[in-house]
């Protein structure tokens, strides 16, 4: 659980083997935006950086069945009205933050408004960010499992991030392919904040207020004193403390190497509260009825009782898709007995 793997925490509906290729698909995003910044090519690292983990995760939710399991109406809706906010909150708060510091490739970040402004723009921005999440939950949006509320929230949140980051970098493909006046580490720094550290915490912020607001709390004959973890006021506090501390930091003098390490470390701290956020959901909600018939294990393989969790590899059954436990239950493992071998008569 307290394993810091990204495409484990991101992609949770797939097993083990099929993350592979996700995984090289977000190494290959990060070796484009550091070549991007290398070459000072600021028009497609701005791209890369707004809309890079977005089109991956789409492709995610293709290959996890999620256009299957849920509504692709709904889904659609979402991402539009999350995008549509995150386009007016930009708009909004852009005087503001371009007073305040540089929001380009091409200048570093230099404060210079008061400190209570660098922390109420991004907390009202994760605020306005998880509006959505509230209405689909409201709307009743999937069933009640938890992984759907992940899809849902991981959604709205990329949607509105990356909206906000392409209307306040917008101005800047007037200006030019190439970045010529800004140091190298600099735009590498700016890359990884933009397009590693701010993209991944939105998703698993988004993912994580979702997990809680879709969880089915057990019957009280089955409560745990670790399921407050996965209700959704903590969930909303850590993203709300998360993004203040992104706050004092942007608002703060300290050079773009420390911005980008106190990014990444909140990175893995949000991306480590959805984990823990999810193992407690998908242990504690309300499983698929137990029929102990055998079922092939979408994880290990392994041909086992159907159970909330696989007997030989541990994983929840409800971490794989709806459309995939349907199918596999629709086709059960039918034992074969061994051809029974007549007597030798010599």
Partial sequence: MLRPSVASTLFPHLHRRARGPFRLGLIILLIALVAFAVLRWQAPLVAVSALGLPVLFSLYLYDSDAYADLPRRALLIIAVVSAGLGVGWAWLTGAIIAQSYAVTFQAGMEFKQPLAAGVAIPVSGAIVMLVPIVLARASHVGTRESLDGFVIGAIAAMSFT??????RL??????????????????IAEAGIRGVAMSLTAAAAGAMVGVALWFTRPDRATQHQGQWLASPVP????????YAVLGVTDASPVPETWQLVIHLAVTLLVLLASRVVVHMALLREQP??????????????????DMAFCPACGVATRAASRTSRAARRHARPVRIEPPIEPPDDS
Avoid at 162 to 167: E, G, N, Q, S, V
Avoid at 170 to 187: E, H, V
Avoid at 235 to 242: G, K
């Fill in 162 to 167: 990356a909206a906000a980051t392409l209307t």
């Fill in 170 to 187: 917008a101005p800047q493909f007037s200006t030019g392919l190439m970045a010529r006046d800004r140091p190298i580490f600099g735009l």
């Fill in 288 to 305: 698929d009825p137990i029929t102990q018939e055998p079922l092939l294990c979408e994880d290990c393989g392994h041909v086992v009782p």
């Fill in 235 to 242: 969930a909303i506090t850590v993203v709300v403390i998360a």
